[in-house]
């Protein structure tokens, strides 16, 4: 347990459907984030949040639109999805701001999301 | 562009020594993590150098050299349970963490 959780642990769905997947930290941490792992391929950042401000936006298509209504809680909205979109998708978290150097992240387990 | 380079899947014997290289060109460098991530499960943190030398936490040991870009992870007296995935990343002039695409570990018996 790393203080992070997701929800859905597994999601289908079809490409017009829409979804949004969950993610809570009980860290007290002010920054969050949201990354694609595709198999065998880096972590790829997708959206940062610092103190529910966005902070980073890695040129996401913008069928993935996050929320972050306060410091604990992160949403991913997914709508119209391609099947190139199906991946695990992790949230994580970290103390400080992302400008601090040494932060580390904890992790969710992730979703594996498959788009069909 | 910025890259991380780890090999992609390494193979050693329960009981002994395996060395994880890590070798990363980025624009700027603000330390650099060691993370693991066992199949179906949260990557979890191990290490973090941000200064040259050797860091050694049990078993596992990192070691930093910025002048060559160059990290390594090192694991000693393996177990069954070290069979995982182990995720290199750097943080950049931006504090932007750059991954790896990880290297996966199989111990044998």
């Known amino acids: 347990e790393t203080g992070v959780t997701q929800t859905p642990r597994h999601l289908v769905m079809g490409m017009t459907n829409k979804k949004s997947l969950k993610c809570e930290q009980h860290?007290?941490?002010?920054?969050m984030y949201w990354y694609k792992q595709s198999a065998k391929k880096p972590l790829e950042l997708m959206f940062v949040?610092?103190?529910?401000?966005?902070?980073e936006n890695n040129s996401v298509p913008s069928r993935f639109s996050p929320e972050c209504p306060n410091s604990s809680h992160l949403f991913l909205h997914l709508h119209t999805l391609q099947p190139e979109d199906s991946a695990l998708y992790l949230c994580?978290?970290?103390?400080?701001?992302?400008?601090?150097?040494?932060?580390?992240?904890?992790f969710g387990p992730g979703t594996r999301l498959t788009v069909l | 562009g910025q890259n991380i380079d780890q090999p992609t899947e390494m193979t050693a014997t329960e009981g002994a020594i395996v060395q994880i290289n890590c070798t990363y060109q980025?624009?700027?460098?603000?330390?650099l993590f060691w993370y693991q991530q066992h199949a179906g499960e949260a990557p979890t943190f191990l290490s973090y150098n941000v200064l040259d030398g050797l860091e050694e936490k049990g078993r596992f040991s990192s070691f930093l050299s910025r002048s060559k870009g160059y990290s390594y992870l090192l694991l000693k007296e393996l177990q069954m349970k070290d069979s995982a995935s182990y995720l290199c990343?750097?943080?950049?002039?931006?504090?932007?963490?750059?991954w790896g695409a990880g290297t996966k570990l199989i111990i044998k018996p």
């Open positions: 949040y610092s103190l529910e401000e966005r902070v």
């Open positions: 990343a750097v943080m950049d002039s931006n504090y932007q963490l750059i």
């Open positions: 860290l007290g941490h002010n920054a």
């Open positions: 994580a978290s970290s103390q400080g701001s992302p400008g601090q150097g040494g932060n580390e992240q904890f």
């Open positions: 980025t624009s700027g460098f603000n330390g």
